[in-house]
């Protein structure tokens, strides 16, 4: 896929994706933009299903949905607020600890740079450039497995990793597409261009895809 290509692309794209379900931290976005529920429930999707963080999610932010109660509620209370999303003992320790890292270190704030917000406890590239996306509205490219996964497989970069995703799409990306290439190709990954054969037939952009390392197609 060209350069020229990723801009015809790009409102075909959203145009399908207009139909599908679209992520559910995309949705907390939608209804407020606030940058403290955005990370929480960032940590929480990791390895989890959107239902299962959506619903997990709720339940925290009814206990507490600022620092400085997140802080003060027990690891008990946090944990079983969460559960069942996966690792949820892993992901009580660690709100409660980046909930007092902010308040300690950020009087209160969620920071606002992918420096700062790498140095809290638990949180990757992914989940700072989500932040600053959603919780920010600031340019960022959030790089997960589909947004890897997919535009390797348009051809439009040749990468080995997320990270080296993130940075080459960077360089090449019109700036104008970063903030919402996660939400589109999250929900375009899960329900159209799956990781193993994925639906070809149901694509309205089949046709400017290189189709790398496609082996079996529906």
Not at 115 to 120: C, N, S, W
Not at 199 to 207: L, Q
């Amino acid at each position: 896929m060209s350069d020229f290509a990723i801009q015809r692309v790009w409102p075909l794209l959203k145009k399908q994706v207009s139909d599908l379900s679209v992520p559910w931290l995309d949705v907390v976005a939608a209804r407020e933009r606030d940058p403290f529920k955005i990370l929480v429930s960032c940590i929480l999707s990791l390895r989890t299903q959107d239902k299962t963080t959506g619903v997990a999610s709720e339940r925290l932010f009814a206990l507490a949905s600022k620092p400085e109660a997140m802080a003060s509620l027990s690891l008990n209370k946090i944990r079983n607020a969460i559960y069942p999303v996966g690792f949820y003992n892993v992901k009580a320790k660690t709100i409660k600890a980046l909930s007092g890292t902010i308040m300690r270190d950020y009087d209160g704030r969620v920071p606002d740079s992918i420096d700062e917000l790498l140095k809290l406890k638990g949180v990757g590239r992914k989940t700072a450039n989500l932040v600053i996306t959603l919780g920010f509205n600031k340019d960022g490219i959030c790089v997960d497995t589909h947004v890897h996964r997919i535009t390797n497989r348009w051809g439009y970069v040749k990468t080995r990793s997320p990270k080296e995703t993130e940075f080459a799409l960077r360089g090449k990306l019109p700036r104008r597409y970063w903030k919402e290439i996660n939400g589109l190709l999250v929900a375009f990954g899960q329900q159209i261009c799956k990781p193993l054969s994925p639906f070809c037939t149901r694509c309205d952009i089949e046709g400017f895809c290189a189709k790398a390392g496609v082996t079996r197609s529906r």
